[in-house]
């Protein structure tokens, strides 16, 4: 069994659909949570950063941690065309600088 | 926040060559990682570029195949030796501390094919 579960996809939605991206996780050693964008040929950029199960929103996105469960999710509302990259969770334990481990990314599509 | 640039950002090589890969962050940092993108695959850390002293690598990866430099806080090389058409991939270095802040952030990546 994999540390990290991601869908990789493709998923593909309408111009302004609420998107769904999720991942599981088997390690409950896992305290820190993050979900990286990445455009096609371009490197991951960090879209969100949370620590404690429950919701944080920025802007059009919302991360979700259920640390019960191991599962987490990132939501984007009212999604665009420019919102069409891979998503990757990613969670590392706690302490300063611990290996991350990221699942594989779920492409995501946005039809205008 | 920091930037990171890698050169190059693509090449093709033979087989049996050798490839170095640059990464050059705009302030300092902590930490340097470098990591392996394959399709269908998530991305797998090849090891921690440690200032001054011996990169450490992950299982699997070992300093033959992939010596690493870090010569100070804002440089690090990746070669990738004698390669074969199995090293064909993304190579992305990350950088995470100082002004990169506390999570780990990535350069564009160096896209390698080896014929």
């Known amino acids: 069994q994999k540390e990290v579960e991601q869908d990789p996809g493709p998923l593909s939605v309408p111009e302004g659909a609420i998107v769904s991206l999720n991942c599981t996780y088997s390690?409950?050693?896992?305290?820190?949570f993050m979900w990286y964008r990445q455009y096609s040929r371009k490197g991951p950029e960090l879209l969100m950063y949370?620590?404690?199960?429950g919701n944080k929103e920025d802007g059009r996105f919302t991360a979700q941690v259920d640390k019960s469960s191991k599962y987490i999710s990132l939501f984007i509302r009212d999604s665009q065309p420019s919102d069409s990259a891979t998503y990757l969770c990613?969670?590392?334990?706690?302490?300063?600088?611990?290996?991350?481990?990221f699942g594989i990314g779920t492409k995501l599509q946005v039809i205008p | 926040s920091a930037v990171i640039s890698q050169k190059p950002s693509r090449d093709i090589c033979q087989r049996g060559t050798s490839l170095t890969i640059q990464c050059q962050v705009d302030?300092?940092?902590?930490?340097m990682f470098w990591y392996r993108q394959q399709p269908g695959q998530s991305l797998t850390l090849i090891a921690t570029?440690?200032?001054?002293?011996?990169?450490?690598?992950e299982s699997g990866f070992v300093i033959d195949k992939f010596p690493i430099s870090r010569p100070n806080l804002t440089f690090s090389t990746l070669t990738v030796s004698n390669m074969s058409p199995e090293d064909s991939s993304i190579y992305l270095c990350?950088?995470?501390?100082?002004?990169?802040?506390?999570?780990?952030?990535f350069g564009p990546g160096t896209r390698l094919t080896v014929l």
């Open positions: 990350s950088g995470q501390g100082l002004a990169g802040g506390n999570e780990q952030f």
């Open positions: 990613a969670m590392r334990w706690p302490g300063g600088y611990q290996k991350v481990t």
């Open positions: 949370t620590y404690s199960s």
């Open positions: 390690n409950s050693a896992f305290q820190y």
């Open positions: 302030s300092q940092v902590t930490m």
């Open positions: 570029a440690n200032q001054g002293s011996e990169a450490t690598y």
